[in-house]
């Protein structure tokens, strides 16, 4: 089972909370704690934790206008998401503008500043694409 599969932590404690009533209307009363542990093996995970932290996290979409933070090439950013479009699979296609001009080169002999980049991200804010040494182009937070 993927964590894709899993709905969020609300959907969960909902359906807890329903699996509760409908024992408690039948005359057969359960604690809490274990609708909790009973919605978590029908879920397969071990108990409430473990599907806890397999749980899907509902993520913010990205918004023109928006203030974000992180990193891109490695380089510290602060900047503002200029558009944004939901995209196949989930991904956003983004339009960033940076505070403050990005040196993009790692070359000492010349230099390229950005100001504007487009990138595509997850909905956790991270690219897909990466680097020659494995890091993500882009990892982007909402500040």
Partial sequence: MTTSQIPSRDVLKAQAKRLR??????????SHAQALETIAHQWGARDWNTLLAMAATVYPGWAPGQRVTGRYLGHPFTGLVKAARQSAGGYWSLTLRFD???????SEHFSSFRRQVSATVTPKGVSPQKTSDGQPHLVLRAA
Avoid: K
């Fill in 21 to 30: 009533a409908d024992l408690a209307d039948r005359g057969q009363p359960i």
């Fill in 100 to 106: 403050t001009p990005i040196d993009v080169v790692t």
